[in-house]
């Protein structure tokens, strides 16, 4: 039992990881009133730059990682041309992306022969000495640098969004940005900084599960988790560390799968896989049966500015 | 004194706009347009993604000649039939986005009714229910039925718990997607093949071709388009619909049955939706497979954004559709070029033609 425990909760992190990443990722944008359904398209993008990157170079999973989070700010460039520029629809730019994303992805994938090709992986950071402890050094003492590095980038954005004058602007221009606009904040500028700079959060959550977590590249392997990570914003309400929360959450829940299935427990395995996306849907709910007359949303989620424009 | 007297003497003239360099940009928003004109902007968006999407495959080893003789080949009598069978559950995908799209519901759950369509179509074949001479009959509306329970799963959601339907249907899609598998490698497994895969269909369970080349699963289609065409233009719950999108307070407010007629709307899209998988299992397939319903949900949002969402137009769009899927389907087996290749040009029709939208709506100026 003790066993079952430790070897769920070892691999939790790594399955929270993408969440957590892709969420606050989303977050910074839709902080900025840009609402940003992209997140699993650029994962894609992610996963396959930074598989493709391992490949050709040979290993170095740090620079694929790099490489992840350049690719999907380059996507994310056209998201904020459409949205930002041109002011189209959110919702349907966000959709053409992820599909043109998954399209992508997988034309490069398959004519790159990157497909189910083994890639070497990032080793465990072991913190010694407090790794040996038997149990709790497992769980939260040898995790690859990635689940370490995360929690300090949660610090960073938290930071960037709510103690610099640059998040206080980012804010501005999501809460109300006619006003933003007569304050001299640039709104134009201001999003497609949050759109790119929250689109290479996303690409590193993809890159991480080709090079880190799965150690491959297979079309279409982000499989739902970043619209779970759209979910998980609203959940936590556009704010970051209750995103992280969540994210453990879903971590747990994705890690639990493979663990019951080599505990021998029979359970019908197509079933199983479900439990992710019903235990987002049951979040939602969750969310939607208390009483929020305050949904913390940005005030201008999903409107486009445009200054000549009178409402 | 005298200082401050003379600093607010001779206030300088403005600098004149044209010595600050360029100038700038600025957007005037258009009250209307000619209709010719918003063509010409929506046609030349349309060859822009169109031309995007030849460069991409050019670079992906498919040179634009080759291209346009595969395209050629699928036009040619013996395979329009194809193209014809493809046409009709897109068509009727379509049917489904565009009444949803129309009281601006998000389904975006059409692979999930899909797949319910499909498996409660199956079921009816698999558990032998009903005479043969009336089987089809009851597999298309068991699969309507299952479409529309699925998407109305949703609106209980939104109704209720004010669950966002973009994330709710696009997660269910998976959750379909899942117990699909779950009978394809279980209960509903074909025993003599073991492949995932239901046994196939006796003949009296197959939509057959009627004739010329054209199978009964498109009368199925355009009968849909027509009643849907009745449905938005001429009937009352049409006009409930335009005025729901219009405003739905007012709407409420001199007695229209809000609740009602959107809860009817949403639930013939994925009933719409429903059909389309029986459509596709009882005529390309001949049995329940485990990929039937791949790559209809962006097919069924392109289908309806480009028609507007007019019954009528979305025919004749599912059939342009229709020849993509089967142009992809083609460059899949002879150049072996993924088919999600479809799903990335779709989605560059898509990005060109809302595009256009900013030019229809603003006029872009230069102010010195």
């Given at each position: 039992m003790i066993d079952f425990l430790v070897n769920w909760l070892a691999n939790a992190p790594v399955t929270a990881v993408p969440y957590a990443l892709a969420a606050l990722g989303l977050i910074i944008a839709e902080r900025s009133g840009v609402l940003n359904l992209t997140a699993e398209g650029l994962m894609l993008v992610g996963a396959l730059a930074g598989a493709g990157t391992c490949l050709m170079l040979g290993g170095y999973p740090a620079v694929a990682l790099v490489a992840a989070m350049v690719a999907a700010s380059a996507v994310s460039l056209l998201f904020a041309v459409l949205v930002v520029?041109?002011?189209?629809n959110q919702v349907i730019a966000g959709l053409s992306v992820v599909f043109f994303c998954q399209g992508f992805t997988g034309l490069v994938g398959t004519l790159a022969k990157w497909q189910n090709k083994q890639l070497t992986g990032l080793a465990p950071l072991k913190i010694w000495p407090l790794s040996e402890i038997p149990g709790i050094g497992r769980i939260?003492?040898?995790?690859?640098p990635i689940v370490y590095l995360t929690i300090l980038i949660f610090f960073a954005v938290n930071f960037l969004l709510f103690r610099t004058m640059l998040g206080l602007r980012i804010r501005s221009v999501g809460e109300n940005p006619g006003a933003a606009d007569a304050a001299g904040v640039s709104v134009t500028l201001h999003r497609i900084f949050a759109i790119v700079a929250g689109s290479s959060l996303i690409g590193l959550a993809g890159g991480y599960i080709s090079v880190?977590?799965?150690k491959l590249w297979v079309?279409?392997?982000?499989?739902g988790r970043g619209w779970i990570a759209v979910a998980l914003v609203v959940f936590a309400r556009w704010a970051p560390w209750p995103a992280l929360a969540g994210a453990l959450l879903f971590g747990c829940i994705e890690a639990l799968i493979p663990q019951i299935a080599a505990a021998g427990i029979r359970v019908p395995q197509y079933l199983m896989l479900m439990t992710p996306y019903l235990a987002t849907i049951a979040v939602m709910i969750w969310v939607g049966t208390k009483?929020?007359?305050?949904?913390?949303?940005?005030?201008?989620?999903g409107q486009p500015h445009v200054r000549e424009e009178r409402r | 004194m005298h200082d401050i007297l003379r600093r607010a003497e001779p206030l300088t003239p403005?600098?004149?706009?044209?010595?600050?360099?360029f100038g700038r940009l600025t957007l005037d928003v258009r009250q209307n347009l000619p209709a010719w004109k918003q063509a010409v902007f929506v046609g030349s968006s349309l060859i822009l993604g169109l031309a995007i999407s030849v460069a991409i495959l050019a670079v992906a080893g498919i040179p634009p000649l080759t291209l346009a003789s595969e395209l050629a080949g699928v036009l040619t009598a013996e395979n329009l039939r194809g193209v014809l069978i493809q046409a009709a559950p897109l068509i009727l995908v379509g049917l489904g986005a565009s009444l949803a799209f129309r009281i601006g519901?998000?389904?975006?759950g059409i692979e999930g009714q899909m797949i319910f369509g499909g498996i409660f179509a199956a079921a009816i074949s698999i558990y032998d229910?009903?005479?043969?001479?009336?089987r089809l009959l009851l597999m298309g509306m068991a699969a309507a039925l299952g479409g529309g329970l699925w998407v109305l799963l949703v609106v209980f959601l939104k109704l209720r718990?004010?669950?966002?339907e973009i994330i709710a249907t696009l997660l269910l899609n998976y959750v379909a997607m899942y117990f699909l598998f779950h009978l394809l490698y279980g209960a509903w497994q074909d025993s003599k093949t073991a492949f995932p895969q239901s046994t196939p269909f006796r003949p009296f369970e197959r939509l057959t071709d009627i004739g010329y080349?054209?199978?009964s699963g498109l009368l199925i289609a355009i009968a849909g388009v027509l009643a849907a065409g009745w449905m938005i233009h001429l009937s009352r719950i049409g006009f409930y619909t335009r005025f729901i999108a219009a405003n739905p307070r007012m709407a409420k407010v001199v007695g229209v049955p809000v609740r009602t007629a959107t809860i009817w709307i949403i639930a013939i899209s994925g009933a719409c939706s429903g059909l389309a998988g029986f459509v596709n299992v009882a005529s390309q397939e001949g049995r329940l497979t485990q990929?039937?319903?791949?790559?209809?949900v962006f097919s069924g949002v392109l289908i309806a954004f480009l028609s507007r969402n007019d019954p009528i137009v979305v025919a004749i769009v599912g059939f342009l559709i229709a020849v993509l899927f089967i142009t992809g389907q083609t460059l899949q087996v002879?150049?072996?070029?993924?088919?999600?290749m479809v799903q990335m040009i779709e989605a560059i029709i898509v990005m060109a033609v809302a595009s256009s939208e900013f030019l229809i709506r603003h006029r872009i100026r230069w102010i010195r």
């Open positions: 520029v041109l002011r189209i939260f003492f040898q995790q690859d880190v977590s799965v079309t279409g392997m982000t499989g009483d929020s007359g305050i949904t913390q949303e940005p005030g201008a989620l | 403005p600098v004149p706009a044209a010595s600050r360099g519901f998000w389904n975006l229910i009903g005479p043969p001479a009336t718990f004010r669950v966002n080349g054209v199978n990929s039937f319903a791949n790559g209809y002879f150049y072996q070029i993924p088919f999600t």
